[in-house]
């Protein structure tokens, strides 16, 4: 499965590689990342796959939330396809 992650917020020190542990502790590989920094705030787009069918989507959605939430940061994860219809309406 194909996802979709996006992260916003102030920028801080540990956001790549907090999102990145918790991505490879659930065997996501990231395929592609666009980030920038403007005015102190960080915005991310990282296209990954999801190949262990054992893992849910759903977990990854509830540790990158609550890492989120912890870092004061916006953190969602959609799987590709519903994004890409979401963004096409």
Do not use: P, R, W
């Not at 005015?39 to 989120?68: H, P, R, W, Y």
């Amino acid at each position: 499965m194909k996802l979709v992650v996006t992260i916003f917020g102030k920028d801080q020190v540990g956001i790549i590689a907090n999102v990145s542990n918790i991505l490879a502790g659930k065997k996501v590989n990231i395929t592609s990342v666009n980030q920038n920094i403007v005015d102190g705030f960080f915005n991310m787009i990282m296209m990954a796959e999801l190949t262990d069918n054992s893992v849910k989507l759903a977990d990854i959605q509830k540790c990158l939330k609550e890492k989120g939430q912890e870092m004061n940061l916006e953190i969602k994860v959609q799987n590709q396809e519903i994004f890409n219809i979401m963004h096409n309406i």
